[in-house]
Protein backbone atom coordinates (compact mmCIF):
# COMPACT_ATOMS: atom_id res chain seq x y z
CA UNK A 1 0.00 0.00 0.00
CA UNK A 2 1.54 3.48 -0.72
CA UNK A 3 1.98 6.36 1.33
CA UNK A 4 -0.82 8.22 0.03
CA UNK A 5 -3.64 5.02 1.18
CA UNK A 6 -1.43 4.64 4.72
CA UNK A 7 -2.23 8.50 5.55
CA UNK A 8 -6.07 7.95 4.22
CA UNK A 9 -6.81 5.36 7.27
CA UNK A 10 -8.79 7.21 10.30
CA UNK A 11 -6.49 8.19 12.94
CA UNK A 12 -7.82 7.43 16.52
CA UNK A 13 -7.25 10.40 19.17
CA UNK A 14 -6.15 9.78 22.40
CA UNK A 15 -9.45 9.84 24.01
CA UNK A 16 -11.25 7.25 21.48
CA UNK A 17 -7.87 4.66 22.15
CA UNK A 18 -8.98 4.99 26.35
CA UNK A 19 -12.38 4.78 25.64
CA UNK A 20 -12.09 1.71 23.88
CA UNK A 21 -10.28 0.20 26.64
CA UNK A 22 -12.33 1.33 29.51
CA UNK A 23 -14.98 -1.45 29.20
CA UNK A 24 -11.72 -3.81 29.69
CA UNK A 25 -9.89 -2.19 32.17
CA UNK A 26 -13.21 -2.19 34.58
CA UNK A 27 -13.68 -5.79 33.56
CA UNK A 28 -9.92 -6.36 35.12
CA UNK A 29 -10.42 -3.86 37.91
CA UNK A 30 -13.68 -6.10 39.26
CA UNK A 31 -12.18 -9.54 38.64
CA UNK A 32 -9.26 -8.05 41.31
CA UNK A 33 -11.69 -6.95 43.44
CA UNK A 34 -13.12 -10.22 43.48
CA UNK A 35 -9.77 -11.75 44.13
CA UNK A 36 -9.04 -10.00 46.61
CA UNK A 37 -12.60 -10.55 48.51
CA UNK A 38 -12.43 -14.24 47.77
CA UNK A 39 -8.92 -13.93 49.03
CA UNK A 40 -10.22 -12.45 52.43
CA UNK A 41 -12.94 -14.90 53.04
CA UNK A 42 -11.26 -17.43 52.16
CA UNK A 43 -9.09 -15.97 55.27
CA UNK A 44 -11.84 -15.62 57.56
CA UNK A 45 -12.74 -19.09 56.97
CA UNK A 46 -9.70 -20.53 58.04
CA UNK A 47 -9.74 -18.64 60.82
CA UNK A 48 -13.26 -19.26 61.54
CA UNK A 49 -12.71 -22.99 61.20
CA UNK A 50 -9.08 -22.70 63.49
CA UNK A 51 -11.47 -21.50 66.44
CA UNK A 52 -14.36 -23.24 66.03
CA UNK A 53 -12.06 -26.45 66.09
CA UNK A 54 -10.10 -25.45 69.09
CA UNK A 55 -13.77 -24.49 71.32
CA UNK A 56 -15.20 -27.74 70.28
CA UNK A 57 -12.39 -29.65 71.32
CA UNK A 58 -11.47 -27.46 74.56
CA UNK A 59 -14.92 -26.27 75.77
CA UNK A 60 -15.01 -29.45 77.57
CA UNK A 61 -11.31 -29.12 79.83
CA UNK A 62 -14.26 -26.71 81.87
CA UNK A 63 -16.40 -29.70 82.90
CA UNK A 64 -15.47 -32.24 85.29
CA UNK A 65 -17.23 -35.55 86.35
CA UNK A 66 -18.14 -36.13 89.58
CA UNK A 67 -19.03 -39.00 91.68
CA UNK A 68 -21.04 -38.51 94.93
CA UNK A 69 -19.58 -40.63 97.53
CA UNK A 70 -21.50 -41.65 101.74
CA UNK A 71 -18.42 -42.09 103.50
CA UNK A 72 -18.25 -43.06 106.65
CA UNK A 73 -15.11 -41.94 108.89
CA UNK A 74 -15.03 -45.07 111.32
CA UNK A 75 -12.87 -43.85 115.04
CA UNK A 76 -10.87 -47.27 114.41
CA UNK A 77 -9.31 -46.50 111.46
CA UNK A 78 -8.32 -42.50 112.57
CA UNK A 79 -7.00 -40.80 115.44
CA UNK A 80 -8.55 -37.94 116.56
CA UNK A 81 -5.22 -36.96 117.74
CA UNK A 82 -3.49 -37.28 114.38
CA UNK A 83 -5.66 -36.96 111.92
CA UNK A 84 -3.23 -36.41 108.97
CA UNK A 85 -1.63 -39.70 109.12
CA UNK A 86 -5.02 -41.07 108.61
CA UNK A 87 -5.74 -43.59 105.78
CA UNK A 88 -8.44 -42.31 104.06
CA UNK A 89 -8.70 -44.58 101.14
CA UNK A 90 -10.59 -46.77 103.44
CA UNK A 91 -13.64 -44.90 103.41
CA UNK A 92 -13.82 -44.23 99.47
CA UNK A 93 -13.36 -47.65 99.09
CA UNK A 94 -15.48 -49.05 101.48
CA UNK A 95 -18.31 -46.67 100.11
CA UNK A 96 -17.55 -47.73 96.58
CA UNK A 97 -17.96 -51.60 97.70
CA UNK A 98 -21.40 -50.72 99.47
CA UNK A 99 -22.31 -49.40 96.26
CA UNK A 100 -21.37 -52.47 94.54
CA UNK A 101 -21.56 -55.28 96.62
CA UNK A 102 -21.45 -58.00 94.27
CA UNK A 103 -18.00 -56.94 93.24
CA UNK A 104 -16.14 -59.31 95.17
CA UNK A 105 -12.77 -60.60 93.22
CA UNK A 106 -9.11 -58.34 93.75
CA UNK A 107 -9.25 -57.38 90.05
CA UNK A 108 -12.63 -56.44 89.95
CA UNK A 109 -12.09 -54.19 93.23
CA UNK A 110 -8.90 -53.04 91.75
CA UNK A 111 -11.07 -51.51 88.66
CA UNK A 112 -13.72 -50.12 91.02
CA UNK A 113 -11.69 -48.36 92.71
CA UNK A 114 -10.08 -46.38 89.91
CA UNK A 115 -13.22 -45.30 89.09
CA UNK A 116 -12.84 -41.99 91.38
CA UNK A 117 -9.41 -39.78 91.26
CA UNK A 118 -6.56 -40.74 93.41
CA UNK A 119 -7.28 -37.11 94.76
CA UNK A 120 -10.33 -38.22 96.37
CA UNK A 121 -8.61 -39.21 100.34
CA UNK A 122 -6.95 -35.98 99.80
CA UNK A 123 -10.28 -34.44 99.83
CA UNK A 124 -11.46 -36.29 102.52
CA UNK A 125 -8.70 -35.54 104.49
CA UNK A 126 -8.94 -32.01 104.36
CA UNK A 127 -12.60 -32.31 105.20
CA UNK A 128 -11.81 -34.33 108.16
CA UNK A 129 -9.05 -32.08 109.86
CA UNK A 130 -11.35 -28.99 109.06
CA UNK A 131 -13.95 -30.58 110.78
CA UNK A 132 -12.68 -33.51 113.38
CA UNK A 133 -16.06 -34.11 114.45
CA UNK A 134 -17.17 -35.84 111.40
CA UNK A 135 -14.73 -38.96 112.41
CA UNK A 136 -17.00 -41.59 114.34
CA UNK A 137 -20.22 -40.34 111.52
CA UNK A 138 -20.13 -39.97 107.83
CA UNK A 139 -21.11 -37.50 105.11
CA UNK A 140 -22.16 -37.02 101.64
CA UNK A 141 -19.30 -36.24 99.38
CA UNK A 142 -18.80 -35.45 95.70
CA UNK A 143 -15.16 -36.33 94.20
CA UNK A 144 -13.47 -36.22 91.21
CA UNK A 145 -13.97 -39.42 88.55
CA UNK A 146 -11.16 -40.71 86.61
CA UNK A 147 -10.62 -39.01 83.40
CA UNK A 148 -11.36 -42.12 81.76
CA UNK A 149 -14.58 -42.04 83.12
CA UNK A 150 -15.12 -37.99 82.60
CA UNK A 151 -14.00 -39.13 78.92
CA UNK A 152 -17.03 -41.73 78.78
CA UNK A 153 -19.46 -39.59 80.45
CA UNK A 154 -18.49 -36.31 78.08
CA UNK A 155 -19.04 -38.77 75.04
CA UNK A 156 -15.71 -38.89 74.03
CA UNK A 157 -15.54 -42.48 74.11
CA UNK A 158 -17.62 -44.69 71.45
CA UNK A 159 -19.54 -47.25 73.36
CA UNK A 160 -20.18 -49.00 70.01
CA UNK A 161 -16.47 -49.77 69.44
CA UNK A 162 -15.13 -53.79 71.30
CA UNK A 163 -14.49 -53.97 74.67
CA UNK A 164 -10.68 -54.39 73.54
CA UNK A 165 -10.40 -51.04 71.51
CA UNK A 166 -12.02 -48.85 74.21
CA UNK A 167 -10.18 -47.33 77.84
CA UNK A 168 -12.94 -48.34 79.56
CA UNK A 169 -14.41 -52.12 79.88
CA UNK A 170 -17.77 -53.35 79.76
CA UNK A 171 -17.53 -53.75 83.68
CA UNK A 172 -16.38 -50.55 83.96
CA UNK A 173 -19.59 -48.97 81.65
CA UNK A 174 -21.72 -51.38 83.72
CA UNK A 175 -20.76 -49.58 87.02
CA UNK A 176 -20.88 -45.99 85.36
CA UNK A 177 -24.50 -46.44 83.99
CA UNK A 178 -25.37 -47.34 87.83
CA UNK A 179 -24.38 -44.21 89.23
CA UNK A 180 -25.77 -42.41 86.59
CA UNK A 181 -28.90 -44.16 87.58
CA UNK A 182 -29.15 -43.12 90.79
CA UNK A 183 -27.95 -39.57 90.63
CA UNK A 184 -24.30 -40.03 91.94
CA UNK A 185 -22.54 -39.18 88.55
CA UNK A 186 -22.89 -35.54 87.02
CA UNK A 187 -20.79 -33.06 85.25
CA UNK A 188 -19.82 -30.02 87.09
CA UNK A 189 -18.10 -26.53 86.39
CA UNK A 190 -14.26 -27.79 86.73
CA UNK A 191 -12.49 -24.68 89.13
CA UNK A 192 -9.40 -27.02 89.42
CA UNK A 193 -8.64 -25.99 85.84
CA UNK A 194 -8.17 -22.55 87.08
CA UNK A 195 -6.58 -23.45 90.62
CA UNK A 196 -4.14 -26.63 90.00
CA UNK A 197 -0.86 -27.05 88.62
CA UNK A 198 -0.04 -29.27 86.65
CA UNK A 199 -0.30 -33.09 87.12
CA UNK A 200 0.33 -36.88 85.37
CA UNK A 201 -3.56 -37.16 85.97
CA UNK A 202 -5.77 -35.44 83.59
CA UNK A 203 -8.30 -34.86 86.06
CA UNK A 204 -6.48 -32.97 88.75
CA UNK A 205 -4.33 -30.73 85.58
CA UNK A 206 -4.84 -27.32 86.05
CA UNK A 207 -3.14 -24.05 84.54
CA UNK A 208 -2.40 -21.93 87.31
CA UNK A 209 1.31 -22.83 87.72
CA UNK A 210 1.55 -22.37 83.95
CA UNK A 211 -0.10 -18.95 84.18
CA UNK A 212 1.46 -17.65 87.25
CA UNK A 213 5.03 -18.28 85.55
CA UNK A 214 3.81 -16.59 82.65
CA UNK A 215 2.71 -13.37 84.26
CA UNK A 216 5.99 -13.15 86.33
CA UNK A 217 7.72 -13.97 83.05
CA UNK A 218 5.80 -11.13 81.42
CA UNK A 219 6.46 -9.08 84.12
CA UNK A 220 10.20 -9.18 83.57
CA UNK A 221 10.66 -8.81 79.85
CA UNK A 222 8.17 -5.74 80.32
CA UNK A 223 10.73 -4.27 82.98
CA UNK A 224 13.55 -4.65 80.94
CA UNK A 225 12.23 -4.05 77.23
CA UNK A 226 10.14 -1.29 77.19
CA UNK A 227 12.52 0.97 79.19
CA UNK A 228 16.10 0.30 77.17
CA UNK A 229 13.62 -0.74 74.07
CA UNK A 230 12.09 3.70 74.16
CA UNK A 231 15.70 4.86 75.41
CA UNK A 232 17.66 3.09 71.92
CA UNK A 233 14.40 4.59 70.05
CA UNK A 234 14.75 7.96 71.16
CA UNK A 235 18.50 8.09 70.81
CA UNK A 236 18.36 6.26 67.63
CA UNK A 237 16.01 9.07 66.43
CA UNK A 238 16.08 12.33 67.75
CA UNK A 239 19.82 12.45 69.39
CA UNK A 240 21.91 10.07 67.17
CA UNK A 241 24.05 11.75 64.18
CA UNK A 242 23.82 9.99 60.95
CA UNK A 243 27.48 7.81 59.94
CA UNK A 244 27.83 4.49 59.37
CA UNK A 245 28.09 3.06 62.94
CA UNK A 246 24.42 3.86 63.46
CA UNK A 247 23.56 2.93 59.85
CA UNK A 248 24.82 -0.59 60.75
CA UNK A 249 22.98 -0.34 64.17
CA UNK A 250 19.86 0.55 62.26
CA UNK A 251 20.39 -2.50 59.98
CA UNK A 252 20.98 -5.63 62.62
CA UNK A 253 18.38 -4.54 65.07
CA UNK A 254 15.88 -4.68 62.00
CA UNK A 255 17.78 -8.20 61.14
CA UNK A 256 17.31 -8.95 64.91
CA UNK A 257 13.52 -8.84 64.56
CA UNK A 258 13.67 -11.47 61.88
CA UNK A 259 15.66 -13.79 63.51
CA UNK A 260 14.39 -17.10 64.55
CA UNK A 261 13.13 -17.03 68.46
CA UNK A 262 15.30 -20.48 68.86
CA UNK A 263 18.37 -18.35 68.51
CA UNK A 264 17.23 -15.96 71.31
CA UNK A 265 16.99 -19.06 73.43
CA UNK A 266 20.31 -20.83 72.60
CA UNK A 267 22.08 -17.43 73.52
CA UNK A 268 20.26 -16.98 76.91
CA UNK A 269 21.47 -20.81 77.74
CA UNK A 270 24.82 -20.02 77.08
CA UNK A 271 25.04 -16.28 78.56
CA UNK A 272 22.57 -16.68 81.50
CA UNK A 273 22.47 -20.01 82.85
CA UNK A 274 25.71 -21.58 81.99
CA UNK A 275 28.11 -18.18 82.06
CA UNK A 276 26.61 -16.38 84.85
CA UNK A 277 24.70 -19.17 86.81
CA UNK A 278 21.69 -18.02 86.89
CA UNK A 279 19.11 -20.83 88.21
CA UNK A 280 17.27 -23.06 85.02
CA UNK A 281 13.40 -23.00 84.18
CA UNK A 282 13.11 -19.33 86.24
CA UNK A 283 10.85 -17.03 85.34
CA UNK A 284 13.83 -14.54 86.19
CA UNK A 285 15.63 -16.05 82.48
CA UNK A 286 12.83 -16.44 80.70
CA UNK A 287 11.87 -12.72 81.00
CA UNK A 288 15.55 -12.36 80.19
CA UNK A 289 15.50 -13.99 76.96
CA UNK A 290 12.21 -12.87 75.93
CA UNK A 291 13.47 -9.55 76.22
CA UNK A 292 16.48 -9.68 73.89
CA UNK A 293 13.61 -11.56 71.49
CA UNK A 294 10.98 -8.09 72.10
CA UNK A 295 13.78 -5.64 72.02
CA UNK A 296 14.46 -5.02 68.12
CA UNK A 297 10.44 -5.11 67.60
CA UNK A 298 9.72 -2.19 71.02
CA UNK A 299 12.41 -0.16 69.13
CA UNK A 300 11.16 -0.12 65.47
CA UNK A 301 7.85 0.45 66.89
CA UNK A 302 8.90 3.53 68.79
CA UNK A 303 11.09 4.71 66.25
CA UNK A 304 8.02 4.83 63.86
CA UNK A 305 5.92 6.46 66.68
CA UNK A 306 8.62 9.48 66.98
CA UNK A 307 8.79 9.72 63.54
CA UNK A 308 5.27 10.07 63.38
CA UNK A 309 4.94 13.41 65.55
CA UNK A 310 4.84 16.37 63.40
CA UNK A 311 8.45 18.05 63.00
CA UNK A 312 6.06 21.70 63.50
CA UNK A 313 6.14 20.44 67.61
CA UNK A 314 9.66 20.37 67.64
CA UNK A 315 10.19 23.73 65.95
CA UNK A 316 7.91 25.68 67.93
CA UNK A 317 9.61 24.04 71.16
CA UNK A 318 12.81 24.86 70.02
CA UNK A 319 11.57 28.03 68.76
CA UNK A 320 10.47 28.76 72.74
CA UNK A 321 14.01 28.14 73.82
CA UNK A 322 13.59 24.53 74.92
CA UNK A 323 16.59 22.60 74.93
CA UNK A 324 16.48 19.38 72.49
CA UNK A 325 16.25 17.48 75.74
CA UNK A 326 13.38 19.50 77.09
CA UNK A 327 11.83 19.11 73.59
CA UNK A 328 11.88 15.21 73.53
CA UNK A 329 10.82 14.71 76.69
CA UNK A 330 8.00 16.76 77.52
CA UNK A 331 6.55 17.28 74.09
CA UNK A 332 8.06 14.75 71.39
CA UNK A 333 8.07 11.73 74.16
CA UNK A 334 4.42 12.32 75.27
CA UNK A 335 2.92 12.89 72.32
CA UNK A 336 4.77 9.38 70.74
CA UNK A 337 3.93 7.27 73.50
CA UNK A 338 0.46 5.79 72.84
CA UNK A 339 2.13 4.35 69.93
CA UNK A 340 5.15 3.11 72.19
CA UNK A 341 2.73 1.32 74.08
CA UNK A 342 0.97 -0.36 71.20
CA UNK A 343 4.25 -1.32 69.71
CA UNK A 344 5.19 -2.61 73.34
CA UNK A 345 2.25 -4.65 73.86
CA UNK A 346 1.86 -6.23 70.34
CA UNK A 347 6.07 -7.32 71.06
CA UNK A 348 4.64 -8.53 74.57
CA UNK A 349 1.87 -10.62 72.98
CA UNK A 350 4.52 -11.87 70.86
CA UNK A 351 6.41 -13.22 73.52
CA UNK A 352 3.20 -15.00 75.26
CA UNK A 353 2.98 -17.17 72.46
CA UNK A 354 6.79 -18.25 72.24
CA UNK A 355 7.81 -21.56 73.38
CA UNK A 356 11.17 -22.42 71.54
CA UNK A 357 13.26 -20.25 73.39
CA UNK A 358 12.24 -21.04 76.64
CA UNK A 359 12.48 -24.74 75.82
CA UNK A 360 16.35 -24.22 75.83
CA UNK A 361 16.73 -22.81 78.80
CA UNK A 362 14.77 -26.04 80.61
CA UNK A 363 10.96 -24.65 80.88
CA UNK A 364 10.17 -27.73 79.57
CA UNK A 365 9.98 -29.34 82.82
CA UNK A 366 7.25 -30.77 84.52
CA UNK A 367 6.68 -28.20 87.29
CA UNK A 368 3.82 -29.24 89.59
CA UNK A 369 3.62 -26.36 92.77
CA UNK A 370 2.67 -22.98 91.61
CA UNK A 371 6.31 -20.63 91.49
CA UNK A 372 5.64 -18.58 94.30
CA UNK A 373 8.85 -15.86 92.99
CA UNK A 374 10.97 -14.60 90.16
CA UNK A 375 13.75 -17.32 90.31
CA UNK A 376 11.54 -20.51 91.60
CA UNK A 377 11.32 -23.07 88.77
CA UNK A 378 8.11 -22.36 86.50
CA UNK A 379 6.58 -23.32 83.50
CA UNK A 380 4.61 -20.98 81.34
CA UNK A 381 1.33 -21.31 79.01
CA UNK A 382 3.02 -22.37 75.30
CA UNK A 383 4.88 -25.09 76.98
CA UNK A 384 2.42 -25.88 79.10
CA UNK A 385 0.49 -26.58 75.84
CA UNK A 386 3.01 -28.57 73.85
CA UNK A 387 3.65 -30.79 77.36
CA UNK A 388 -0.06 -32.29 77.08
CA UNK A 389 0.14 -32.54 73.87
CA UNK A 390 2.84 -35.16 73.62
CA UNK A 391 1.11 -36.36 76.45
CA UNK A 392 -0.50 -40.35 75.82
CA UNK A 393 -3.36 -39.33 77.47
CA UNK A 394 -6.49 -39.04 75.66
CA UNK A 395 -7.52 -37.11 78.13
CA UNK A 396 -5.24 -34.15 77.67
CA UNK A 397 -6.62 -33.60 74.39
CA UNK A 398 -9.24 -31.62 75.67
CA UNK A 399 -6.94 -29.96 78.22
CA UNK A 400 -4.47 -29.02 75.38
CA UNK A 401 -7.44 -27.39 73.81
CA UNK A 402 -8.72 -25.88 77.06
CA UNK A 403 -4.90 -23.73 77.75
CA UNK A 404 -4.82 -23.05 74.27
CA UNK A 405 -8.29 -21.11 74.63
CA UNK A 406 -6.78 -19.93 77.66
CA UNK A 407 -3.68 -18.29 76.03
CA UNK A 408 -5.82 -16.69 72.87
CA UNK A 409 -8.24 -14.75 76.04
CA UNK A 410 -4.85 -13.52 77.65
CA UNK A 411 -3.58 -12.64 73.92
CA UNK A 412 -6.99 -11.28 72.81
CA UNK A 413 -6.85 -9.16 76.50
CA UNK A 414 -3.46 -7.94 75.16
CA UNK A 415 -4.35 -6.58 72.01
CA UNK A 416 -7.56 -5.02 73.71
CA UNK A 417 -5.61 -2.90 75.76
CA UNK A 418 -3.43 -2.09 73.19
CA UNK A 419 -6.47 -0.80 70.86
CA UNK A 420 -7.76 1.04 74.09
CA UNK A 421 -4.61 3.00 74.25
CA UNK A 422 -3.60 3.78 71.72
CA UNK A 423 -7.88 5.41 70.67
CA UNK A 424 -7.37 6.93 73.86
CA UNK A 425 -4.24 8.81 73.86
CA UNK A 426 -3.36 8.95 70.15
CA UNK A 427 -3.72 12.87 68.62
CA UNK A 428 -4.09 13.17 64.79
CA UNK A 429 -2.91 16.35 63.03
Sequence with gaps: ??????????????????????????????????????????GILFVVFLFATIVSKGYTAFEQTYV?????????????????????????????????????????????????????????????????????????????????????????????????????????VKWIDALRAGHRLEKRFNPGFFTNGDSREPEQAGVLGALVGTFLTLIVTLC?????????????????????????????????????????????????????????????????????????????????ALKAVPPSIREAALGMGASRVQTVMHHVLPLAMPGMLTGAIIGMARALGESAPLLMIGMVAFIVDVPKGFTDPATVLPVQIFLWATSPERAFVERTSGAIIVLLGFLLLMNAVAVVLRSRFERRW
Design 224 to 304: LSFPIGVAAAVYLEEFARRHRATDLIEVNINNLAAVPSIVFGLLGLAMFIQFFGMPRSSPLVGGLVLSLMTLPTIIIAGRS
Design 68 to 172: RLDVTYSPDDFDVKDLQSGDYQLPVRAALRTLFPDVTERSELRKLYGLVSNSAPALLQAHVVAKPALVGHGESVWVLANSRVDMLVKGQVDRALPESDRAVDDAE
Design 1 to 42: MSETGKNALPQLTSRQKVEATLKRRYAAERRFRAYGLTAVFI
